[in-house]
C-alpha cells in the first residue's frame, strides 16, 4: 500500500491510493452525501448522482463513491457546478417519489429526506407522471412499496452479498425500472427468507417490516389477556432508537416501558431459550446414541429454517426439532401457565417483541400450534416496538429499571441470553451437554472459540474421551459452505449452529437502522463495532448472572417435574417441537423463477 498527495478545496491531503474519493474525502473530514453508495463508501452501481463532485482533468462531475484518488488529484465538493447537480439528482429522484412522508414508516429515519434538507432540494421542481407503483404486503415478514424507492440497489446488494442470494434485482428499463422480486412478483410468491437484511440498508421506506402493531391494538380492544416476551436481542439495540449510544443495555426500561403499556405480564424470551436448550441438547445426546442423522443443526432461527426449506430440502433432517424459544413461551403461557391460573387459551393473546422478521412469518406456521391454537399472536420487531412506546406518549429518559415478571416462567440464566448472538446457542448447548453426559459442570463456564464476530468459526469439545466437532455460522453465504460440505457427505461436524442473519439476532432485520453505516463517520469499522458492542451487552448480561446454565434455571426443573416430565417426553414433543416443509416442491425451478443470478 502506498500513499497519494490530493487536494480538496486547495488544502492538500495525503491518503491510501486504494480508496475512492468519497473514502478519502470522509477521512479528511468532508461530508459528502450518498444514497446508493452502502457501508463503506464504495459503490459499484454509482445510480444516485447525488455524490457529485469536481476534479482536475474531468470535463464532467465525477460520483466520488466510485472515482478512485491518483496522485495530484485536486477535487472540489464546494464547486458551484456540483452544488447545483448534487441538488438537481435529488430533486429527480423526490419527483418520482410519493412524498407522503406524513404517513411514511420511516418517517424520522429516512436518509431521502436528509440528503434533501443538506442538499437543499426543492419540492415540485420537476412535475410529470410517475413510475406505476406496486405496494406488496402479502408476506408476513416485510412490504415492498416501489413509490418509495429511489433505484439505489443498497437491498440487491446486501441480499447478494449477506446472504448469497438473488431475491431482488431491477426490473424493466428506463421510466419504468423498478426493484423487486424477478417479474415484480410479491415476497410471498418467491423463495425469499424474510430475514429483512434489504430493509436494514434501504434508505427510504421501499422496503419495511409489515407492521402488526394494528393487530395488538386489536387483541387490546377485544379484551384479550395479553401477554409480552422479548427476545434477548432487543434490550442490547432498543435504546439507539431513543438516543442512547450503541452498546448500552436497556432491560429495566425496556420492562419499565411495556409494564406501561398495559400488558398483562411482561416474560423473557431467555426463559424459552433455556428450554430450547433442554430440549436440544437432550435431542443432541440423543442422536449421537441411537447414530441418527449427523451433525445435528440448530433450528431456532426462522430466516434460517426457511432457507433450509426452500434450497436444501435434502438436509432437513438434520435440522433439530426444537420449535424456537419464543414459540416455545407460547406454548406453555398457553398451556402449563393457563392451566396453573384457571386462564381461558383462547382469550390468550401472546405477543413477541423480536429483532427479526422472519418472526412473523414463523408464527404463521401451521406447525407452530397447539390444537389448533398458535403459540404466538403478534410478533413485532424492535423498531415497531420504539413506536408503540412513543405513540403512548412515554418519555424514555424518564423511565425507571424494571424487573421481568416472576411467575412461573420468570427465571432465566446467561446462558439463554447470549441467544442473541452468534454462536450463543451453541456456548449454552454445549455448557448443558457437557453436564447431561459426564454429571459435571463445564469449567470455566464460558465457552470462548464460538464467540467473536467471524462468518464461521470451528471448534471441538472433549468429553469422555470423545471429541466433538462444532461449528458456528450467521448468514446464508456463510451458512452454504457448510452445507455443502455436509451434503457431500465430507462434514467433519458434530452439531452445527446457523443463524439466518450476520452475526445473529443483534443484526436481526428488525434492529434499530443503523444510520452511522451509511453516513460519514469516523469510524472505519462501524460494521464490526456496532455489532460487537451489541454483543458485549448479552455477553456482560451472562457474566453477571448468578445462574449461567440452562439446566439450573428453577423454573424450567419445576416445569419439567410439574408438567413436562422430561425433556422428549411426549407432552414436550407436542408442545416444544415442530415439523418443516420441503419448500422446493413450490418452487421446482428455484432457480430458473425465483432468483436473479446465482444461489
Ligand atoms: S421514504 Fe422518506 S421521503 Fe419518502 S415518503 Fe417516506 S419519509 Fe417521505
Ligand atoms: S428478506 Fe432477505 S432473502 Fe428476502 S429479499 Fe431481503 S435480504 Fe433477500
Ligand atoms: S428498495 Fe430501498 S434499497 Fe432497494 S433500491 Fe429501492 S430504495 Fe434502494
Ligand atoms: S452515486 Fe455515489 S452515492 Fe450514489
Not at 445435528?296 to 426452500?310: A, D, K
Not at 420468570?410 to 459426564?438: D, K, N, P, Q, W
Amino acid at each position: 500500500m502506498s500513499n497519494v498527495t490530493i487536494k480538496i478545496e486547495g488544502i492538500e491531503y495525503r491518503v491510501d491510493e486504494r480508496l475512492t474519493i468519497l473514502q478519502a474525502a470522509r477521512q479528511c473530514g468532508y461530508n459528502i452525501p450518498t444514497l446508493c453508495s452502502w457501508k463503506d463508501g464504495k459503490c459499484s452501481l454509482a445510480s444516485c448522482r447525488v455524490c457529485l463532485v469536481a476534479v482536475n482533468g474531468e470535463k464532467r462531475l465525477v460520483p466520488s463513491c466510485a472515482y478512485p484518488v491518483r496522485d495530484g488529484l485536486e477535487i472540489s465538493i464546494n464547486d458551484p457546478q456540483a452544488i447545483i447537480a448534487r441538488r438537481t439528482s435529488v430533486e429527480l429522484l423526490l419527483s418520482n417519489h410519493s412524498m407522503d412522508c406524513q404517513s411514511c414508516p420511516k418517517n424520522g429515519q429516512c436518509e431521502l429526506l436528509e440528503v434533501a434538507r443538506i442538499v437543499g432540494a426543492r419540492p415540485d421542481i420537476y412535475e410529470g407522471e410517475k413510475t406505476p407503483t406496486t405496494y406488496d404486503d402479502l408476506a408476513p415478514g416485510l412490504i415492498r412499496d416501489t413509490s418509495k424507492c429511489i433505484l439505489c440497489g443498497r437491498c440487491i446488494e446486501a441480499c447478494k452479498e449477506l446472504q448469497g442470494l438473488g431475491i431482488l434485482g431491477f426490473e424493466n428499463r428506463g421510466f419504468k425500472t423498478i426493484v423487486g422480486p424477478t417479474a415484480n412478483r410479491s415476497f410471498s410468491e418467491v423463495p425469499c427468507i424474510q430475514c429483512g437484511q434489504c430493509i436494514n440498508v434501504c434508505p427510504t421506506g421501499a422496503l419495511m417490516e409489515n407492521s402488526e402493531i394494528d393487530k395488538l391494538d386489536e387483541a387490546f380492544r377485544e379484551g384479550k389477556i395479553v401477554f409480552v416476551q422479548t427476545a434477548p436481542a432487543v434490550r442490547a439495540a432498543i435504546g439507539e432508537e431513543f438516543g442512547e449510544k450503541i452498546g448500552t443495555s436497556c432491560t429495566g426500561k425496556m420492562v419499565a416501558a411495556l409494564h406501561r403499556l398495559g400488558f398483562y405480564r411482561v416474560f423473557d424470551t431467555n426463559f424459552g431459550a433455556d428450554l430450547t436448550i433442554m430440549e436440544e441438547a437432550n435431542e443432541w445426546i440423543h442422536r449421537i446414541a441411537t447414530r441418527a442423522t449427523s451433525p445435528m443443526i440448530t433450528s431456532c432461527s426462522p430466516g434460517w429454517v426457511n432457507y433450509i426449506e426452500y434450497y436444501y430440502k435434502e438436509l432437513l433432517p438434520h435440522l433439530s426439532s426444537c420449535k424456537s424459544p419464543h414459540e416455545m413461551v407460547g406454548a406453555i403461557i398457553k398451556s402449563y401457565y393457563a392451566e396453573k391460573h384457571g386462564l381461558d387459551r383462547s382469550k390468550i393473546c401472546v405477543v413477541s417483541i423480536m429483532p427479526c422478521t422472519a418472526k412473523k412469518y414463523e408464527k404463521e406456521r401451521p406447525e407452530n400450534s397447539v390444537d389448533g391454537i398458535k403459540d404466538v399472536d403478534v410478533v413485532l420487531t424492535t423498531r415497531e416496538l420504539a413506536k408503540i412506546i412513543r405513540r403512548a406518549g412515554i418519555t424514555w429518559k424518564k423511565l425507571p429499571n424494571e424487573e421481568f415478571d416472576h411467575d412461573l416462567i420468570g427465571e432465566y440464566t446467561g446462558a439463554g441470553v447470549i441467544f442473541g448472538v452468534s454462536g450463543g446457542v451453541m456456548e449454552a448447548a454445549v455448557r448443558t451437554a457437557y453436564h447431561i453426559l459426564t454429571g459435571k459442570e463445564l469449567e470455566p463456564v464460558e465457552f470462548t472459540p464460538v464467540r467473536g464476530l467471524k462468518g464461521i468459526k470451528e471448534a471441538s469439545l472433549l468429553i469422555n474421551g470423545n471429541t466433538y466437532n462444532l461449528a458456528v455460522a450467521s448468514g446464508m453465504r456463510n451458512a452454504k459452505k457448510i452445507l455443502d460440505e455436509i451434503k457431500k457427505g465430507n462434514s467433519k461436524y458434530d452439531f452445527v449452529e446457523i443463524m439466518g442473519c450476520p452475526g445473529g439476532c443483534i443484526n436481526g432485520g428488525g434492529q434499530p437502522f443503523v444510520k452511522e453505516l451509511f453516513l460519514p463517520n469516523e469510524d472505519d469499522d462501524i460494521l464490526e463495532t456496532y455489532l460487537s458492542k451489541r454483543a458485549q451487552v448479552l455477553y456482560d448480561k451472562d457474566k453477571f448472572k448468578t445462574v449461567r446454565r440452562s439446566h439450573l434455571n428453577k423454573d424450567v426443573i419445576r416445569l419439567y417435574e410439574d408438567y413436562l416430565q422430561e425433556p422428549g417426553s411426549p407432552i414436550a414433543h407436542k408442545l416444544l417441537h415442530t415439523k418443516y416443509n420441503n419448500k422446493r416442491e413450490k418452487y421446482p425451478n428455484i432457480h430458473e423463477e425465483g432468483m436473479y443470478g446465482e444461489k
